[in-house]
């Protein structure tokens, strides 16, 4: 039951985050900063292109169109090792354990994960695009500009998570199936 609620509404969308800001999000942030740096977005300004919307709309399409599936074996990994610690590990019954996983998390639920997830993937893009498109300093000012968005992404998600936890399943804590409700 814990593994269940807990992966799905929290932990889950936070490691899932935190992951994608530390590999892409830094990645996003990087290849801006060194295309800033090299002034190969001041060519496209030139060129017509309208930079920041070539640049980041990509990026940021990319993201969303990727998130869902991936978050979804990730939460499915989560789940996985919630079941193996407490029926392998610590040798609860199997389906005891099964019964009260199925009956705690529904529908909504998951999808209110997925959701938060997806905010969490376009705050990513967003701020690392920023710091990324902003660079200046040459390398080290690109280095400095990926230190920076990753930090602000880890601040901002965190924020973000409270009220999306809190906006989303409520101040009162619930347990679907239980009579918690």
């Given at each position: ?21 530390a ?67 610590l ?41 990324g ?15 920076t ?33």
């Amino acid at each position: 039951m814990a593994g269940s609620i807990a992966n799905t509404q929290a932990i889950a969308p936070l490691i899932a985050s935190l992951a994608i800001a530390a590999k892409v999000g830094t990645g996003f942030t990087a290849q801006l900063g060194s295309m800033r740096v090299s002034d190969e977005i001041d060519a496209l300004d030139t060129l017509g292109v309208p930079s920041i919307t070539f640049l980041a709309t990509v990026r940021m399409l990319a993201m969303l169109i990727v998130i869902a599936p991936v978050y979804m074996v990730g939460l499915l990994g989560a789940y996985l090792a919630s079941r193996f610690v407490i029926v392998g590990m610590l040798g609860e019954s199997s389906g005891t354990y099964d019964y009260y996983f199925r009956q705690s998390i529904t529908p909504e639920y998951f999808a209110y994960s997925i959701l938060m997830t997806v905010i969490f993937a376009i705050i990513i893009a967003v701020i690392c695009c920023s710091y990324g498109y902003n660079a200046g300093g040459g390398p080290e000012g690109v280095g400095r500009a990926a230190g920076t968005a990753v930090r602000t992404t880890i601040l901002t998600i965190a924020l973000a998570a409270m009220v999306l936890v809190f906006g989303l399943y409520g101040l009162t804590p619930t347990i679907p199936g239980m009579g918690l409700e």
